[in-house]
């Protein structure tokens, strides 16, 4: 079925960030993001996650279905309602159904530790919380709907619901970073900050109600809106892909749902590309358009897609939560063969200002490195609960609000901005946002741990998170590790962890984390051990695993 399949006259427009100008209504509430497609398009496939199936009127008719239960429980406009996420179609319905009543979308990670979870309940006191499995509530006192609670809900007939608007200051979704302090930081998202993204991104992205979109990011991480409910809004289907990640794997559904656009984080994408012969028009006959960030991509693998597709489009991007999802794009439109250094990240997008930082003055000259800071409308409106770390990130210059996103950047010659590292504690990897500062402190929170430094190293041909704990006993560690696994997602648990008997200073006084790491990284190159010792003489052994039990 094509755009065109509806009479021009019956059509309902679609939001203002469709690429036809010819086409374009103005913004809708955010509870009605799909009500245009699903009127346009009813029967017209919206999400496919291999196992269920749904056009956009069912989408729309099960996000009704929600408002009206959530109503019923005593939401209301400004409530927060909690979603454990996981990747499945039923997902977008979720977030539309709490829009609908007005509320606050929050979507957190469900494989994260139950002691964390709680955590995090207690600090948002949510209206309700919906959980995609039938366990046991982590909190009391909570509306809490499992799993077959919520298909029942789902299954009830859809009244004609009236959504609630959002004002555009009002907090549309909240998503959760690895914070400094040891505690997640809450990033609110305003209604406007999210309707300017739209607008700004999609002049990029370039969905329209043709493409088909490939979603592989986790539904707690902001990507998840970016390559879902942005298409959806145009009436673009959305496959949302909850295989094993594996390169063949994920390449063979890409050409069997005949995939347009492919956003991918720079970890997937690499699977993807797999050294680079699997990426021929035959695998990816329909591709239009290839877009990675979230971390640094290796020059070579954008090589591959352009010069092998030299008709589709890679797009190199970055974004902090802060500043929704995505605010600085580069489109590579020729390789650089020799280049050995990361792509630029490029401009700000429309409604999105930049600049760069260095000993309070603004650079401007190629080469200089400094912090990059973001204004404009997409700049959050601050942290949930958190005023003080909002007030240490978000600054005010000439009447426009920017946030410090703590990067190092600088321009190239063409004015283009190149990203060079970070000034502080914070990496990305897998495409996810971690603060090594609150893997620090959850070891340091146990009794006999005198010091700990913890980093990213180089172990067999990627990078891993390393922790070593300086204690006068070996046995803390066991008790690390079962801190570790208690308090933290398993994504931020380190892959290797050392114990030292002595602390490492340098001449400042502080842990000498580059010493421990570079002789951890090195022993680590040499034994498959993921356990180690630094032992009196000054070598790093492989640890006995029963010795520190």
């Keep these: 079925m094509t755009t065109n399949s509806v009479p021009t006259a019956a059509r309902v427009a679609l939001p203002p960030w469709s690429i036809d100008p010819a086409d374009r209504g103005p913004a809708p509430a955010l509870g009605d993001l799909v009500r245009a497609a699903a009127s346009n398009w009813p029967d017209r496939p919206a999400l496919h996650d291999g196992r269920l199936g749904l056009t956009f009127a069912e989408l729309e008719q099960r996000a009704r279905s929600l408002a009206a239960w959530l109503a019923r429980q005593g939401v209301r406009a400004g409530d927060r309602v909690v979603v454990l996420a996981e990747k499945c179609a039923l997902m977008p319905v979720l977030a539309i159904g709490i829009w609908k009543c007005g509320a606050v979308y929050v979507p957190l990670d469900a494989t994260q530790p139950a002691p964390r979870l709680r955590g995090l309940l207690d600090r948002l006191r949510p209206g309700a919380v919906i959980a995609l499995d039938d366990g046991e509530p982590v909190v009391d006192g909570v509306r809490w709907a499992g799993r077959t609670q919520v298909d029942a809900i789902l299954s009830q007939p859809a009244p004609e619901w009236p959504t609630v608007a959002h004002r555009p200051e009002d907090t549309a979704y909240i998503i959760f970073t690895s914070g400094s302090t040891g505690e997640p930081k809450g990033v609110q998202i305003s209604t406007a900050n999210l309707v300017a993204y739209f607008g ?68 997937l994408l690499t699977m993807i590309t797999e050294g680079g012969r699997q990426v021929t028009r035959e695998n990816f006959p329909c591709l239009q358009m290839v877009m990675t960030g979230a971390e640094v991509c290796d020059p070579g693998v954008i090589n591959v897609w352009k010069d092998n597709l030299p008709e589709v489009r890679v797009i190199n991007v970055y974004g902090p939560t802060e500043a929704t999802i995505v605010c600085v794009a580069h ?25 760069i930082v260095e000993d309070g003055s603004v650079v401007h000259e190629p080469g200089r490195v400094g912090e990059l800071w973001i204004g404009g409308e997409q700049v959050m409106p601050g942290y949930f609960d958190q005023p003080e770390e909002t007030a240490r990130r978000v600054v005010e210059v000439d009447g426009v609000r920017y946030y410090r996103t703590g990067d190092l950047c600088s321009y190239d010659e063409d004015g283009n901005i190149v990203f060079r590292g970070r000034d502080d504690d914070e990496v990305k990897l897998a495409g996810r946002r971690i603060h090594l500062g609150e893997i620090r402190q959850t070891a340091l929170s146990c009794p006999g741990v005198e010091r700990a430094a913890v980093a990213l190293v180089p172990s067999r041909g990627h990078d891993v998170i390393a922790l070593v704990v300086m204690a006068a006993d070996r046995s803390v560690v066991a008790a690390v590790e079962q801190r570790l696994t208690d308090l933290l997602p398993p994504y931020m648990r380190p892959a290797l962890l050392a114990w030292s008997p002595e602390l490492t200073v340098s001449s400042t006084g502080k842990t000498d984390e580059k010493r421990l790491m570079r002789r951890l990284a090195e022993a680590a190159g040499e034994a498959s051990a993921t356990h180690f010792v630094f032992t009196p003489a000054g070598d790093v052994e492989p640890m006995d695993r029963d010795a520190h039990v």
């Design 200 to 267: 700004n991104h999609n002049e990029v992205l370039r969905f329209t109600p043709e493409s088909r979109g490939f979603s592989l990011s986790p539904f707690h991480f902001d990507v998840s809106i970016e390559d879902t409910l942005l298409p959806l809004s145009l009436g673009a289907f959305v496959y949302q892909f909850r295989g094993v990640h594996a390169g063949a794997v994920m390449r063979a559904v890409i050409a069997r749902e005949r995939i347009t656009h492919l956003i991918a984080v720079s970890t």
């Design 331 to 355: 489109e590579i439109e020729r390789t650089e063969p020799e280049r050995v250094t990361a792509y630029p990240i490029g401009r700000p997008l429309r409604g999105v200002s930049a600049r």
